[in-house]
């Protein structure tokens, strides 16, 4: 079977390149779906183990709606809107933040603390919890967890809770159709690879190695 | 439940096969094409890749983002079902060794998910007892192998460039793809340190495979361990198995876990017993040959619970042997990223699922101080986001142009561009390295613990030596010379407190050597045909045969002897020998 045959035979094969592109992502009304929890109750190659536990792990709730609601504003003060894409919670990053923590249970304990440990901050300083902080308070909060370097011994435990905080936020933003448009990933799509293109080669000086 | 018992099949086969992956797969294959009545157990469900395998999703299709669980130890797309750790189906270790026994329970095996690296073993592979005494040579030659190579890369298709070195085969290769941007940094730097890089080898169909209608060519995508709908790479279910059944010759049945191997008053294996994991029975088929393909260690632990008063120590096993040699490769890795690509220009450059260039192992080791070798494999560029994107950004950012050693981390619009300017500048290199077959690295049976069919189980004791963790501060070293050529940022070595980065043995999954091959019926359990010297109807076609594996992957070697091994039963059929 040739290139060609290839992908007729997972039914590609009479489309143009940019057809190809858009035939393998999923329709708008699934992605709505995919962009939160996946069900996975019909999908094949999956095995009932793996159907069981995702189910039973949707019918979970870890998060209270205020720890949810803290997550929303710390994912978009991390990961905002701009010019080229949406913020953190546009791409339902919360979503997938509640769904990982039940998935990879590592994560609750520094997660809940680190929730609660910011909420006493705030409180401390502004008599306030995070989420009701004032916009100028919650910046001037993080900005003293959120470089390593800088920050004072005491906050520390802040600074931890915050790596894992913009790890999970950047995994939920950019492994979703709006963050992979963003950040231009290409690939997941049939072509023949014939090598690095020859200006990004000359670029590099790379043409004789 | 209904009342326990044992139903006994009526048919007698031609041959039961007890596995279907590489080994298994390949047996199967050249009986049933040449019209023998073949049954083949898989202790997995039936899978096959053009329906079951998760090509070309995208990220936001799983709840995980990709990332691995207790089911699928590589990730949620990855082409596995299996793992470390299994359900209901312990092992132990002993001594407070430590050894991580990989099971695959699918279709195909482990050939699903695997990374397609292709590697021939050479001359001295074979026969490396000349070098410095230390290794055991097998009862058979490269050149006794190399026919079978050659049909093997014939009949399923490997990539790869013929560069004449003795101690790395050429095979017949299909074109192999050309290395991506990090790759060709990586390619500059390791050759400015002396490391030679030679395109990969894998078994990917970077051309349609002449004179094979059934499978597709490959369409990069860079996905083989999800396992490949068009079958464009090699596994044996898409590549073996499925087109052995099209034959009318071979009957799978899946979620079939093999208890034991049956066997006669006079000696001779008559078939084996298995639970059928849907029904939770118990079954007994039977066969004129009995040919194990289960994984080295799963079917050194059939025979080793295959005791009668014939085989009092076990099937196979009068000379005690079976279990012991035990070896997995080394692994041992480092990765960093590359300054000179922030920014980068974006295209697709997704390439094929197996290396698009490697290291072969050159090096004189009487001039080192450590007995053998290792290959790298190499990679980098601009992938598919997955869990864990962008991860530990607080540690690169502040590397950014402009930027002070504390600016690292943040949040905000800032932080939003620093992700986009620092994606695809990561690169990684992993050391493969040959370990030392030895006695007391070894598997048995746990005398007090079963699994939850009533199975015993087996209880591992593994210890690396000198030899392999010096092999490991080797890789470490010559990782750090290469990065630095390449002009990357990247992490001191692993040091001695984790004995150079040098993986726990099992981690590589490239364990062999548990019912090894020799002419010698006290010193091994199989002869040269991979057939037992106590039992002349009793096969093992896995990684279980190998008396010493070089730094290469298994793979090849086992489809290499699998084949060797059924076409030896095919001749001593015609003579009437079994």
């Given at each position: 079977m040739n290139r060609r045959e290839s992908l007729k035979a997972i039914?590609?094969?009479?489309?143009?390149t940019t057809l190809l592109l858009d035939a393998c992502k999923p329709g708008d009304k699934k992605l709505a779906e995919q962009t939160g929890?996946?069900?996975?109750?019909?999908?094949?190659?999956?095995?009932p183990e793996e159907i069981e536990r995702n189910k039973k792990l949707n019918a979970e709730k870890f998060f209270t709606a205020h720890e949810m609601a803290t997550i929303t504003v710390l994912g978009d003060i991390i990961i905002p809107k701009d010019a080229r894409s949406g913020s953190a919670s546009d791409a339902k990053v919360p979503d997938f933040i509640e769904f990982i923590v039940k998935d990879m249970p590592r994560h609750q304990v520094p997660m809940r603390g680190g929730l609660r440990w910011l909420d006493l901050q705030c409180l401390n300083r502004y008599n306030k919890t995070f989420v009701d902080a004032s916009q100028s308070q919650q910046i001037q909060m993080v900005t003293e967890i959120a470089y390593p370097k800088k920050a004072k011994p005491e906050m520390q435990q802040g600074v931890a809770f915050f790596n894992r905080m913009r790890d999970l936020t950047a995994t939920g933003f950019f492994t979703t159709k709006m963050g992979i448009e963003d950040v231009g990933y290409l690939g997941n799509a049939p072509n023949k690879w014939t090598g690095v293109p020859p200006e990004i080669l000359k670029q590099y000086g790379m043409e004789n190695v | 439940m209904d009342e326990l018992q044992i139903k006994k099949s009526s048919t007698v086969y031609d041959a039961v096969i007890v596995g279907s992956g590489a080994g298994g797969g390949m047996a199967g294959y050249v009986l049933a094409h040449a019209g023998l009545k073949v049954l083949m157990l898989e202790a997995g469900p039936f899978f096959d890749p053009a329906k079951d395998s998760m090509q070309m999703k995208w990220p936001w299709e799983s709840a995980r983002r990709g990332a691995s669980t207790p089911q699928r130890n590589f990730g949620d797309f990855d082409g596995a079902f299996g793992g470390w750790n299994l359900d209901g189906e312990p092992y132990t270790t002993k001594d407070k060794t430590e050894f991580y026994w990989f099971r695959s329970r699918m279709l195909g095996g482990r050939t699903n998910h695997w990374g397609r690296i292709s590697l021939r073993m050479g001359p001295d592979d074979f026969r490396g007892h000349h070098i410095d005494g230390l290794t055991d040579d097998w009862p058979i030659s490269y050149d006794e192998v190399k026919p079978y190579y050659d049909r093997v890369d014939r009949l399923i298709g490997v990539y790869g460039t013929v560069e004449n070195i003795e101690s790395e085969p050429d095979g017949i290769f299909l074109p192999p793809p050309k290395p991506r941007l990090n790759e060709l940094f990586i390619k500059k730097g390791a050759e400015k340190a002396g490391v030679r890089v030679l395109p990969g080898r894998g078994s990917v169909l970077t051309e349609a495979l002449p004179g094979n209608k059934d499978r597709g060519a490959c369409?990069?995508?860079?996905?083989?361990n999800r396992s490949c709908k068009i079958y464009g790479d090699f596994s044996s279910s898409s590549c073996l198995v499925i087109p052995a059944m099209k034959t009318g010759n071979l009957k799978v049945i899946a979620n079939a876990m093999v208890r034991e191997v049956l066997t006669d008053a006079s000696g001779l294996a008559t078939g084996v017993s298995y639970i059928n994991k849907d029904d939770m029975q118990e079954y007994q088929v039977f066969a004129k040959q009995v040919i194990l393909g289960a994984s080295a260690c799963e079917s050194a632990r059939l025979l080793l619970n295959s005791k009668s008063s014939k085989h009092p120590a076990g099937l196979a096993n009068s000379s005690g042997v079976v279990g012991k040699y035990l070896h997995d490769s080394t692994g041992s890795s480092a990765g960093g990223w590359l300054p000179q690509l922030i920014d980068r220009k974006r295209y697709n450059e997704d390439g094929t699922g197996s290396i698009h260039i490697y290291s072969p192992w050159l090096k004189n080791n009487r001039k080192l101080d450590f007995p053998r070798g290792y290959h790298i494999e190499y990679g980098g560029g601009l992938e598919m986001p997955g869990y864990g994107f962008g991860g530990g950004i607080q540690d690169m950012n502040a590397l950014l142009p402009g930027r002070k050693p504390e600016d690292g981390g943040g949040f905000g619009a800032s932080l939003k561009n620093d992700y986009r300017r620092l994606y695809g500048t990561g690169f990684g290199m992993a050391g493969r390295g040959m370990a030392i077959a030895r006695a007391d690295n070894y598997c048995e049976i746990d005398p007090s613990v079963v699994d939850k069919y009533g199975i015993p189980v087996l209880r591992f004791h593994y210890k690396w030596s000198d030899a392999e963790i010096k092999q490991a501060k080797h890789m470490q070293d010559t990782f750090q010379e290469i990065m630095h050529n390449m002009g990357a940022v990247y992490g001191p070595p692993e040091g001695a407190e984790t004995s150079y980065g040098l993986?726990?043995?099992?981690?590589?999954?490239?364990?062999?050597?548990?019912v090894r091959m020799g002419d010698d019926p006290k010193k091994s359990a199989l002869n040269k045909w991979c057939q037992a010297h106590d039992c002349k109807n009793l096969f093992v076609v896995d990684a279980g045969p190998f008396v010493q594996q070089g730094d290469k992957n298994a793979t090849w070697t086992i489809l290499a002897l699998s084949m060797r091994t059924a076409e030896y039963i095919l001749d001593q059929r015609k003579k009437l020998n079994v």
């Open positions: 039914g590609l094969g009479t489309l143009s929890v996946e069900t996975g109750a019909a999908e094949a190659g999956r095995m | 369409f990069f995508c860079g996905q083989c993986e726990a043995p099992g981690k590589i999954i490239h364990e062999v050597g548990t």
